[in-house]
């Protein structure tokens, strides 16, 4: 992956340098690619908007394989792992790139503004005001009613996740430490979400190959469920049940539980949804969330750290490229290649990325042989 | 498929009506697919521009099950229908539904106008004119240069398309017979080509269930190429490589060779590209594709009549949905349902879909078993 950073180079500068290194790390070169599967959404409706991407990366990397974009919003990235391990049980089909980039932000403000929305529902809950952080603050405020729930547990969210970056070179938080005080301090967004519940939208590329030689990972389970896109039509409101349904499906697959993950990568979209999302996944009971943080069970040193990249919220988000950066850190953890945010003796790991407000969901465990 | 037209529905109506279809035609429920892949493009950038198409259609259908959405200009339906077909092989998906809609046409000119420009490459070539018709009149002057070849071969080809367009009762110009003379006299638009040159921008859906159960007809084969956006750094300026490479892959799966096909669907966005498409294909050799066209042996009553839909010239083309609305054609060909445009005694029939100007390229065999 690359830096996540505020650079502005295009979606595919950032896609390319993600790649080169996938490639230098599998020492392979492009005439070993059988195809190409990519996930990059914040250039439409931009200046450089270019809707025959699959072209673009074909006289880019000078190939003529076959070449599909996998588009879902923030949760394009794992969707293009999920597609490109299927693409991978084809005849002829041997070694696949799997990438994304994205320039999400720069200079013009109501062009992404206005893509972002778009990732939302735009005829019947955008006009009430339903922009993401408000949908994730109505989630929470139900939760809280059902379960009891407080925000100091968010808090206590964002501040590992920050600590975390700290330690990860290529996280934008990278040796910028944030207090417990700033994060108590900082604006409200959406009550009860303050700024430092959100994630940060940062520029950013990551690229993956997958092969049918496993090469000492082996992907043991994956799953990937959808949701409907009005968020009032869904029975539950507490909880997402695309990630219910999409970690079921990789467990089963895997033939493992949630008590053998050793490491994790959670989409903290918003802090929120990484505490439902620690009982989405089955790493704790419903309501039971926040006693998970509170444990330390999950931060670094503890017996399950989540989010040791810093996670969306202090690495930072860049669209669809969050999905395969997710198993780029989990994949490094598994290799023992992370540094000062190391995880030791860690052999099953596990990524999860959500698409909008949950809309669609992949969850990857991931095995060192 | 649809009716192609210009009716003011959301692309997902076209798309929903098509899906519904197809799942009569199949006799199952929505509770019987495992996977929805789907194509459509035209809504990126307009007002209703929904990015998250992903979970807009698990609301619609109801279902939770993985969708993707697989855009490549106009070439998406094939390349839908080329990734179903690989996911087909994957345990647990049977029956997938594939979609395409498309709401191209309507009051906001500039906003299409602007979509459609997105398909080509905009940085180097747009700006020195280089849109779609100057494009295909440039590879076609090119054509003429190196082998000869005149414009009255490509009036004889909108004509064929047009006349069997008057057969069909999902094309645009069904009943509505073109005379040589409107063709002829019709105005130029990137010289040599003239507006009949042209194919119909419409609106309309189309949807296909691949199955792992053949049902009747089966895909006997499956090629899928790219090419470079910029169409100078391509070595073959009169030829598109990307087709040649798919119908390559899609005939060494098939075993069957060019000779064996008895009716064919082939990308005519230009009256100018099916000619060309006839030798890349491998239906006549190159420079030889005009003789093909005055045979007689591709009309109606001839050998191996190609667009009997009435192609995109005649029968319309909504961008992603062409490539399934041929899939369409084909099986219903083979079905023998095709009522007055009826190609007798057809067992295969083959399917030729191009995104951009040649930049993504599949190409589908099908057998009646």
Redesign the interface.
């Known amino acids: 992956m690359t830096k996540f950073n505020y650079e502005q180079r295009p979606w595919w500068g950032y896609a390319y340098e993600a790649a080169m290194g996938a490639m230098e790390d599998a020492k392979m070169t492009m005439a070993g690619i059988d195809a190409i599967v990519f996930s990059a959404?914040s250039s439409?409706?931009g200046g450089?908007?270019?809707?025959?991407?699959?072209?673009?990366?074909?006289?880019l990397f000078?190939?003529?394989?076959?070449?599909?974009?996998?588009?879902?919003?923030c949760?394009g990235g794992g969707?293009a792992f999920?597609?490109a391990l299927?693409?991978l049980?084809?005849a002829g089909?041997n070694n696949i790139l799997v990438l994304a980039g994205e320039k999400l932000v720069d200079n013009r403000a109501e062009v992404i503004t206005d893509?972002i929305l778009?990732?939302?529902?735009?005829?019947i809950e955008q006009p009430e005001g339903l922009l993401f952080p408000v949908q994730n603050a109505l989630v929470f405020q139900q939760y809280c009613q059902k379960y009891g729930g407080s925000h100091d547990d968010l808090e206590l969210i964002a501040f590992k996740n920050h600590q975390n970056a700290v330690l990860n070179p290529k996280a934008y938080y990278y040796k910028r430490p944030v207090t417990m005080e700033q994060i108590k301090k900082s604006p409200v967004v959406a009550d009860p979400l303050r700024l430092m519940d959100c994630s940060l939208s940062v520029n950013g590329g990551a690229a993956v190959i997958v092969s049918k030689d496993q090469a000492g990972i082996e992907v043991a389970g994956s799953g990937?469920?959808?949701?409907?896109?009005?968020t009032f039509?869904r029975e539950d409101k507490t909880h997402f049940?695309?990630t219910q349904?999409a970690a079921k499906a990789a467990f089963e697959q895997a033939k493992l539980t949630p008590k053998d993950i050793q490491v994790a990568e959670i989409h903290d979209a918003f802090t929120s949804v990484e505490l439902i999302s620690y009982e989405d996944l089955g790493f704790a009971e419903p309501g039971k969330g926040g006693e998970l943080i509170r444990s330390g069970r999950i931060s670094m040193g503890g017996e399950m750290p989540i989010n040791p990249s810093g996670g969306l919220k202090a690495k930072g988000h860049p669209i669809s490229a969050t999905g395969l950066a997710q198993v780029y850190e989990i994949v490094n953890q598994l290799r023992g290649n992370c540094g000062e945010r190391q995880v030791k003796d860690v052999k099953i790991g596990l990524t999860h990325n959500i698409?909008?407000a949950g809309?669609?969901v992949t969850v990857h465990i991931f095995k060192k042989n």
């Open positions: 959404v439409a409706g450089e908007h270019q809707s025959h991407k699959v072209s673009l990366l074909s006289g000078k190939t003529n394989v076959p070449i599909i974009e996998l588009p879902s919003v949760g969707v999920w597609t299927r693409l049980e084809s089909l893509w778009s990732a939302a529902e735009r005829v990937f469920a959808t949701d409907y896109i009005l039509e049940k695309a349904l698409g909008g809309g669609s």
